[in-house]
């Protein structure tokens, strides 16, 4: 027997360092060749690292959140003999392994040790299959399954669908690794259902859930410190009225042809902001800080705010100003989606000129959005209502909407700002100009 080290591999495209956002084994774990051993994320990317060779995993080199060099060792393993990369007396003199976040601590841990199995114990017949992994059936699961203020541990998908089905996932027994949540002990909560579980009536909560930032969602607290500290904002808010072009849309969805998408105001909105920056160009560019240097674009490259299931992302819509209305709904619902279910290619998340960004139907009165960092410029967009509107002689039933937008007050002044809002507010009010060349 000896130990094989295994290392983070290059990533590719100049990756220097990933920063480790799961585990998937422990120490004391049996691997298969191919079994999934951590996951880490570079720039918007989340790549899973497999095991080379089987055998027990007996040393984890960094705990989740920390930033890993390529070539750093992740996990060390104890192999069979021609797997072997490291005599096995070297651990005495290896450092202390690190204890890693999804483990808690030694004296919690027996009795659910004892009931997960490993995640990918060999069976004894030889055959490629990974050990089942049982549901506990006592009653154990019911009541609190872990001490008051111990933290669940469970994936961010897991996390997710607790949320989504009002679940608290303290009330869930783990079997997976380290008292794991995983799917399946999800499932078989919420198919108990809530009448299962004993009512204590009300009492205080006193636990605190301390959550470290990682992943996707300490990216995006740094951008936007990054941006809130070194942008100082101006936002302008004005009212569209946009029941013309809610008539306009519902007729052209009504008549559109099979193959077209479905309209919605964001591709009107794209092309609006399309003529709006050809008359000021300098509101489609990124500043450099540290130059002093504003970089206008010819191309207008609208990111279109995302949210997903692991935080704000913003996928790019390339060239719009080469795009009908058809073609911008089309690929910004390609964009958006792909965000969505985490299949978006790097080139997807980069490069755009100009942010648009909306919470839809949550879109409130009024937002102040913060520009995405190194843009100049970003179009908020708020919820529609219906209104009465005065038009001199009477009150009339009007659908309005508001645009909050935000600007880089160091490149735009705010006559600017105000000049680019209204000739969007215009092109929205009056929409057939939104189809009319050098309009």
């Not at 070297?90 to 392994?97: E, F, K, N, V, Y």
């Not at 880089?408 to 189809?435: C, M, N, S, Y």
């Amino acid at each position: 027997m000896g130990e094989r080290a295994i290392k983070l591999p290059d990533i590719g495209e100049g990756v220097a360092e990933a920063e480790l956002v799961e585990w998937h084994v422990k120490p004391g774990d049996i691997v298969r060749e191919d079994t999934l051993l951590a996951a880490v994320m570079t720039d918007k990317a989340t790549v899973e690292i497999p095991s080379p060779v089987e055998g027990e995993v007996i040393w984890l080199g960094a705990k989740i959140g920390d930033v890993v060099a390529i070539g750093s060792e992740l996990v060390r393993l104890k192999v069979a003999g021609d797997d072997a990369t490291i005599p096995t007396s070297s651990t005495a003199d290896a450092p202390a392994p690190p204890a890693p976040a999804s483990h808690a601590p030694e004296t919690d841990q027996p009795e659910r040790r004892a009931a997960a199995p490993s995640r990918a114990a060999p069976a004894s017949s030889g055959t490629d299959t990974t050990t089942p992994r049982q549901h506990q059936t006592s009653s154990a699961v019911w009541g609190a399954p872990r001490r008051e203020g111990e933290k669940p541990i469970a994936s961010p998908a897991v996390r997710l669908r607790a949320r989504e089905a009002g679940v608290d996932l303290r009330q869930v027994a783990g079997t997976g690794p380290a008292g794991r949540i995983t799917h399946d002990d999800l499932d078989a909560f919420v198919a108990r259902g809530p009448s299962a579980a004993p009512s204590h009536g009300l009492r205080p909560q006193t636990a605190i859930n301390d959550v470290k930032l990682v992943g996707l969602r300490r990216r995006i607290a740094e951008k936007m410190a990054v941006a809130h500290a070194q942008i100082p904002h101006i936002t302008y808010v004005e009212e569209v009225d946009v029941t013309t072009l809610e008539e306009l849309r519902t007729a052209l969805n009504r008549d559109k042809r099979e193959e077209h998408p479905r309209l919605t105001l964001l591709p009107f909105l794209m092309r609006a902001i399309v003529h709006a920056v050809a008359e000021q160009p300098q509101l489609n560019a990124l500043y450099d800080d540290a130059a002093g240097i504003l970089h206008q674009h010819a191309g207008v490259h609208i990111g279109i705010a995302a949210q997903t299931a692991t935080g704000l992302m913003v996928p790019v819509v390339r060239h719009a100003e080469t795009l009908d209305l058809w073609a911008c709904a089309a690929e910004a619902a390609r964009v958006a989606e792909a965000a969505r279910t985490g299949t978006a290619a790097r080139e997807v998340l980069n490069g755009s000129t100009i942010t648009i960004t909306s919470l839809g139907a949550m879109g409130g009165i009024v937002s102040t959005p913060i520009i995405n960092h190194p843009e100049v410029a970003i179009v908020g967009v708020n919820k529609i209502t219906m209104r009465p509107v005065w038009n001199g002689s009477a009150f009339l039933p009007r659908k309005m909407m508001n645009l909050s937008s935000s600007f880089d007050h160091r490149v735009v002044d705010g006559w600017d700002a105000a000049t680019f809002v209204q000739r969007i507010k215009t092109l929205l009010e009056t929409p057939a100009l939104i189809f009319m060349e050098g309009q």
